[in-house]
């Protein structure tokens, strides 16, 4: 399976943007990228997710490479709620699991 | 609203003492999956399920059972407990398959084998 690098942890300002990066070198044609987050002591919750173009939704946006070796989660501006630990997964298509790793932890300062 | 409940949020029991941990959704989704959280170690799939009666193992299924004879519901048993099953346990469920689709967790079950 192909896998993904994240930092271990950054840092944000309340109300300033934050670009959660992440590299997956050995991505496969057919690998979505997922995004899930989870709060402390709650259930992972679902982010975003993409295949080659850029997405947005009401929580972020994705940005991802031309090449697709790297992708980046925008939080266009953080709040207090969004200080969490961000996991950046590869799937292999429609049935694949998602393994989840360690993740980044997001602080986000008021 | 839609959600993956879970219960009991928390249980301490014995080695060897059977207990099942239930999970329920209300969105009609065909996939279900069981995970457990321990530190250092991440989520690990233990058990999912493509469909009514289809289960298959995840990476970590000793000494867990699951059954899927409803579609909403996907309980996950310990026939006999071990300490090395204290851990945190989340279900999830999505669509489909979730290579392509939002999983939604439930809230997580706290276990803890004496």
């Known amino acids: 399976d192909a896998k993904t690098t994240q930092p271990n942890s950054m840092e944000s300002n309340e109300e300033e943007p934050v670009h959660l990066p992440c590299n997956h070198s050995t991505i496969s044609g057919t690998d979505y990228i997922h995004w899930y987050r989870q709060l402390p002591s709650q259930g992972p919750e679902y982010v975003i997710h993409g295949l080659t173009s850029n997405v947005n939704n009401r929580m972020a946006s994705l940005a991802i490479a031309e090449d697709r070796k790297s992708s980046t989660l925008i939080l266009h501006r953080a709040t207090l709620r969004d200080a969490a630990v961000y996991y950046c997964i590869l799937s292999g298509g429609a049935n694949s699991k998602l393994t989840f790793g360690k993740g980044i932890t997001l602080s986000v300062r008021p | 609203e839609a959600q993956v409940t879970q219960n009991p949020r928390y249980l301490i029991t014995v080695t060897g003492k059977k207990l099942t941990v239930t999970c329920s959704q209300n969105?009609?989704?065909?996939?279900m999956s069981w995970y457990r959280q321990d530190p250092g170690l991440g989520l690990r799939q233990i058990y999912y399920s493509m469909n009514v009666e289809v289960t298959d193992k995840g990476d970590v299924p000793e000494g867990y059972k699951v059954s899927r004879k409803e579609k909403r519901n996907f309980p996950l048993i310990l026939e006999s407990p071990s300490p090395n099953q204290t851990s945190l346990y989340f279900c999830?469920?999505?669509?489909?398959?979730?290579?392509?689709?939002?999983?939604?967790f439930g809230p997580g079950t706290r276990l803890t084998v004496t």
């Open positions: 969105m009609n989704h065909e996939y």
């Open positions: 999830a469920s999505s669509l489909a398959g979730p290579g392509s689709y939002e999983q939604y």
